[in-house]
């Protein structure tokens, strides 16, 4: 509601900074009177909440959010475990009752209608129920904004809210090895990546659609598990769980699968490459042979 700049056909702001954040309309007036446009949303591309759920960060009941302070309340007691990044205590075990996380009722959406959910999961296998290794919920149902998920007895991930669902076809392996987990969502579209950190490439990726559910801003954010009581709980451990306000790139994730993984990226396999391992060889001349 405060004007900006000057009476022109075009507003530009220099180097933008925190403060500029916020709704932006142009108010067109002539002799007849004013009409007020659309507001558009002006936001910095950021990473709003990180954590590493590694014990050096679990201070005072909490996992510290090293990113903006919405540091997490632990439920339970965690019991921390080699992380994906060798760290021997850099990653929590999740239990029934122990381990999970619940932070504030951080909204990455709300300006720009995009985020990104990131963490690295050593998946034990289904359990017969439930489970979801992040979740933007309160304890009723209604409240789910949005959740990460597996059904019961299934590996495929799954990104779901109060009244819409989306399959990935892409798969957690509870081999013990540790894999990255990466939703990104821009408006209604969906994008899974899960690749462990012996590959990356165009096959660990998936697209869907999806909708948010409306007035459910205010849940919390639950780590490990879907809702603050700690139901749901992920079978295994996390470790490394980050949200932005925007949608990556596959560049972007690519390069935070890097990080950990520090092995060569397959983004554009060459023609002829049938397995997806950025190579044509004879495994793809077997795969060939047998079609």
Not at 31 to 49: C, E, Q, T
Request: proline share 5%; net charge negative; with cysteine.
């Amino acid at each position: 509601s405060t004007p900006i700049g000057t009476d022109s056909s075009s507003l530009t702001i220099d180097s933008v900074q925190a403060d500029d954040e916020g709704p932006y309309w142009c108010r067109i007036t002539n002799d007849m009177g004013s009409v007020d446009s659309d507001a558009a949303g002006l936001y910095l591309k950021a990473m709003i909440a990180h954590w590493t759920l590694d014990e050096s960060d679990a201070m005072g009941g909490e996992y510290v959010d090293l990113a903006t302070g919405n540091n997490a309340t632990i439920l339970g007691t965690p019991s921390f475990v080699e992380g994906k990044d060798g760290d021997p205590n850099g990653a929590v075990q999740v239990t029934p009752g122990n381990g999970m996380g619940v932070a504030p009722a951080i909204s990455p959406t709300t300006m720009g209608g995009q985020m990104t959910l990131s963490m690295w999961v050593n998946w034990a296998g289904p359990n017969g129920g439930h489970q979801r290794p992040l979740a933007k919920r309160e304890v009723a149902y209604p409240t789910s904004r949005w959740y990460v998920a597996l059904a019961p007895d299934a590996n495929e991930v799954r990104f779901d809210t109060y009244n819409s669902g989306s399959a990935s076809g892409l798969t957690l392996s509870p081999d013990g090895a540790w894999q990255l987990v990466c939703v990104t969502l821009d408006g209604n579209q969906v994008t899974y990546y899960v690749a462990d950190k012996q590959g990356f490439s165009a096959a660990n990726v998936a697209t869907a659609e999806l909708s948010l559910a409306a007035d459910t801003l205010e849940s919390p954010i639950s780590i490990g598990a879907g809702n603050q009581n700690g139901s749901y709980s992920l079978n295994g451990a996390i470790d490394d769980v980050r949200i932005y306000n925007y949608a990556m790139s596959i560049e972007d994730v690519a390069e935070l699968w890097y990080e950990t993984s520090q092995q060569g990226i397959c983004l554009n396999p060459p023609v002829g490459d049938l397995n997806g391992d950025c190579r044509v060889d004879s495994a793809d001349a077997d795969i060939l042979q047998a079609n």
